[in-house]
Structure formats: structure tokens, C-alpha cells
């Protein structure tokens, strides 16, 4: 079944509901999608409600709720746990709904005035009357790169992550800044070292909670690793036939390893899930 965002209004009847509230989804055996009829009917304070595209061609809407709300048989589950486990398709519906749901919940006051927003029909925007101004969806562009040197490539460990798994190095984009500038200022920041030749090879929406990241090959040009005090906490150089615990599956970092190693070793190459 696939997933398609659309914009669709919440006074028609009928669809299937996604309860959400901050980066969770309520679920249970049959999955996170409700009859929203039923939902209605049942007594929950719903903070916001948004129709978001269509499963199939199934309507689908983001039911916003209070982290309290309990449904017999279900349980809250993290948007991290359906990118580590989830089916592609429900993954890019639950990844979009979060990041309607993050936008949602974080305006609606007005970041200039201070004053209540209101929804405007039609478009994904919270408007401001008070000051005309309008707040659409934030997205953070950040840059990720793979860092290489022949039959090796630099990973590195953030104290974040889990035990044991290394991964290229990533970073926010600064206002005013190129994303190429900024593979290098990170870069040369976190591990010390400067690069050349970078190669664009690929996008990937990341919704924790609004990156988008940009991901990069980039060839080694000079300088010995020197890692950023309290952002990385371990950084090497590995063999392509000697790697240590990788990323997920699902993530542009493992794809950027997995297609330079499929390079190197002359291995199909691997497909990038969107
Ligand atoms: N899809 C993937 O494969 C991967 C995605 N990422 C994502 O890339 C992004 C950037 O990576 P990091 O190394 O964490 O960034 P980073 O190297 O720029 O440092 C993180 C720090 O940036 C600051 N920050 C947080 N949100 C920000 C924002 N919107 N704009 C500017 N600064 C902000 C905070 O102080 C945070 O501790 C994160 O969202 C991370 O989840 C990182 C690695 C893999
Ligand atoms: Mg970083
Ligand atoms: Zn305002």
C-alpha cells in the first residue's frame, strides 16, 4: 500500500485517524490507524486535527492528543522504533504526520506577537491575524558526509549513540552558509580534518524532529583526526572489508557506507529508501 500526502479537510467525515503527540503514535495489534468515526466517539480531548494524504485510497488524518490518552489495547510507540522496524510505506506516512504534528504544536502562538494562530484552510500554514504573518513547516537542511581515503573511510561515534555503532559525520547547515561549506566547516570541526572532491549523491527526509539531510561522498585532503570535545567521543579510519556496527538500514549515513564499500568491492549497489 502506499502513502501519498495530500492536503484534505478535517469537517469531512469518515477516514482512518493517527493519534499522535510528540514524535509517538498510539497503536495497537492492527497498527497506528483508527476508524476516525470511532475515535471521535470515544471521549478523548483531541488538541489538533489535520487530513494529510491518503494510505491506498484510504483518507488519512493526524488526531493530535494528550500524552495521557490511554485506548484499551493500545500503547504509545516511538517514531524511531517504526523507522528501525515499520513497513517503508507506513514509515513515510508516520514520518510525515510527525512532522505536520511537530509544526502544528509549535505554533500555535505566533513567534512574533506572542498572539493564537489559527489553521488556514487550504494550506499548511498557521496564520497570525494580529500580525498577517504566516508559519509554515520547519525543515533543517544538514549535511551528512562520508569521508574517504582509497580503501578507507572515516566514522566516528557520538556519545548519543547506541553502544558500539560508528557513522559518518553529520551537521546543521548555518544561516548564510553553502551546504558545501558546511560539509567542510563540519568536517574540520568534529574530526580535524579537511576534504576534497565532494560528490552530491542523495536526500533523505529525516523527521527528528525536521532535518533534511544532504548526503555526501567526500575524498580526504589533509590532517590528522582530532575529535571535538563532547560530540564525538571516537573517530577512525576503517577498512571497507573491516567495518565496525553500522547505522540502520533505513538511514542515508548506512546508505553513503554501504554504496562507497559497494564501489570498492565491486558488490551490487544498494537502493536508498526515500
Ligand atoms: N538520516 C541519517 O542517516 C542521519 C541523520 N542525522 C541527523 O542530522 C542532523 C544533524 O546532525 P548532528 O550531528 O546532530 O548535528 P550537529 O553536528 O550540527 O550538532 C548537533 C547540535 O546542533 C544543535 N542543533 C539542534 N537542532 C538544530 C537546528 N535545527 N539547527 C542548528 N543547530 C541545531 C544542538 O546544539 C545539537 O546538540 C540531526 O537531526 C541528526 O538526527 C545524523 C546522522 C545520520
Ligand atoms: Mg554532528
Ligand atoms: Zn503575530
Redesign the pocket.
Known amino acids: 500500500m502506499a502513502w501519498r500526502n495530500a492536503f484534505l479537510d478535517p469537517a469531512q467525515a469518515g477516514g482512518w485517524a493517527l493519534l499522535y503527540n510528540q514524535q509517538h503514535f498510539l497503536a495497537d495489534s492492527n497498527g497506528v490507524l483508527f476508524p476516525r468515526d470511532w475515535i471521535k466517539r470515544q471521549d478523548l480531548e483531541i488538541v489538533g486535527e489535520q487530513g494529510i494524504g491518503y494510505f491506498g485510497e484510504d483518507a488519512v488524518y493526524l488526531l493530535q492528543v494528550k500524552p495521557s490518552t490511554q485506548l484499551e489495547g493500545c500503547s504509545w510507540q516511538s517514531l524511531r522504533q517504526f523507522m528501525l522496524q515499520g513497513e517503508a510505506e507506513t514509515f513515510r506516512m508516520l514520518a510525515y504526520a510527525a512532522q505536520i504534528g511537530t509544526w502544528y504544536a509549535e505554533h500555535r502562538f505566533c513567534g512574533s506577537c506572542g498572539a493564537a494562530t489559527r489553521q488556514l484552510p487550504g494550506e499548511r500554514a498557521m496564520r497570525c491575524d494580529s500580525c498577517e504573518s504566516q508559519h509554515y513547516p520547519r525543515i533543517?537542511p544538514?549535511m551528512?558526509v562520508l569521508v574517504t581515503r582509497g580503501d578507507e573511510v572515516l566514522l566516528a561515534r557520538?556519545p548519543?549513540f547506541v553502544t558500539g555503532i560508528y557513522?559518518?559525520?553529520?551537521?546543521?547547515v548555518?544561516p548564510g552558509e553553502s551546504v558545501e561549506h558546511c560539509v567542510a566547516r563540519?568536517v574540520r570541526?568534529?574530526v580535524g580534518v579537511e576534504v576534497q572532491n565532494l560528490q552530491y549523491i542523495g536526500s533523505?527526509g529525516?523527521p527528528?524532529?525536521?532535518?533534511l539531510?544532504l548526503g555526501f561522498h567526500a575524498e580526504y585532503a589533509g590532517g590528522d583526526i582530532v575529535m571535538q570535545e563532547d560530540?564525538i567521543e571516537d573517530a577512525r579510519w576503517f577498512r571497507v572489508d573491516d567495518l565496525p556496527p553500522l547505522?540502520?538500514s533505513r538511514?542515508?549515513?548506512?546508505?553513503l557506507i554501504d554504496l562507497y564499500v559497494a564501489c570498492r568491492l565491486g558488490l551490487p549497489e544498494p537502493e536508498l529508501q526515500a
Not at 527528528?208 to 532535518?211: Q, R
Open positions: 533543517s544538514s551528512i557520538s548519543r557513522s559518518t559525520l553529520a551537521g546543521f548555518e563540519e570541526e568534529e533523505q529525516w527528528f524532529p525536521h532535518s539531510m560530540e547505522p540502520a538511514s542515508i549515513a548506512r546508505y
